[in-house]
């Protein structure tokens, strides 16, 4: 059995996804920061569907602990095979001349040097040149790094525009390693990143807005990482996939 590490996996996009590569065979590792009750709950629910899995804890912005969450990893006779960079945070709606620095730092923290730490240490372990046999790494970005995000979180939108960058150089530095190396970028998914969103109606507003008429649901993305991950997009390096309803 090969591993899959998801993190930030213990609801929203990372819980149906771990479900996913659990359902296509992966044993998963379901990171966690805090919610080890609700990353259990996934675990249980990999298992009653006949998978496996089990949860690694870790701060994805501290390097010490990804350091020490793929080295648990390690213990597992298992080649690690997929890595999919799921967890980011999103602080409410603010205009930039209210921006703090503690609050860009923070969110950079996680989308990008998290994003960038689990990268490193999936390469040494998954690249050919380490004596790795290959692997997929999905990068979960968003379609704020396409809009900006105006007067909303232009400091989100700009590290989600980082993750980008990340995904196209880092899919070209291994991709003789036999690594590929894409990205996902979700439109307005109901997820409870959008629980504490502010302003009243919020949720509405953004919704109206998508071409498609709806927000997406956590499985419509779940399924995007899921093929990208497979053999089926096995000559897809590089690529960042607008999920987002036509928006
Ligand atoms: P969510 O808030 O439900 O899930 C995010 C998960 O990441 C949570 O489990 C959280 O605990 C975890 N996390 C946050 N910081 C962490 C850290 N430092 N270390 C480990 N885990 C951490 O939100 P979601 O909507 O499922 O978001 C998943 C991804 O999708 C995020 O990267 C988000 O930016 C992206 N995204 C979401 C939407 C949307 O509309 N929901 C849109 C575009 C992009």
């Not at 920061?33 to 912005?61: C, L, N, P, S």
């Not at 945070?89 to 603010?94: P, R, T, V």
Request: proline share 2%; glycine share 12%.
């Amino acid at each position: 059995m090969e591993l899959a590490l998801v993190t930030g996996a213990s609801r929203g996009i990372g819980r149906a996804t771990a479900l996913l590569l659990a359902q296509a065979g992966y044993c998963v590792a379901v990171n966690y920061r805090q919610r080890e009750a609700e990353a259990q709950q996934v675990v249980a629910a990999i298992e009653a569907q006949g998978g496996k899995a089990f949860t690694v804890q870790a701060d994805i912005a501290d390097e010490a602990q990804v350091v020490r969450m793929f080295q648990q990893l390690d213990r597992y006779e298992a080649p690690l095979k997929v890595l999919v960079n799921n967890a980011g945070i999103l602080f409410q709606q603010c205009r930039t001349e209210d921006l703090t620095a503690e609050r860009l730092q923070r969110v950079f923290a996680t989308n990008v040097t998290g994003t960038f730490l689990c990268c490193r240490e999936a390469v040494k372990r998954m690249g050919t040149q380490h004596g790795g046999s290959g692997g997929a790494i999905v990068n979960v970005s968003s379609a704020a790094a396409r809009t900006g995000a105006p007067g909303e979180y232009v400091d989100y939108a700009a590290s989600k525009g980082a993750m980008d960058t990340l995904t196209k150089g880092l899919s070209l530095e291994v991709a003789a390693q036999g690594i590929r190396v894409n990205g996902v970028r979700p439109g307005f998914i109901y997820t409870e990143m959008h629980a504490d969103g502010g302003e009243p109606g919020r949720v509405d507003r953004l919704a109206s807005v998508i071409p498609m008429g709806r927000g997406g649901q956590p499985q419509e993305i779940a399924e995007a990482i899921l093929w990208l991950t497979s053999d089926a997009a096995s000559y897809i390096t590089g690529t960042i996939i607008d999920a987002a309803g036509g928006r």
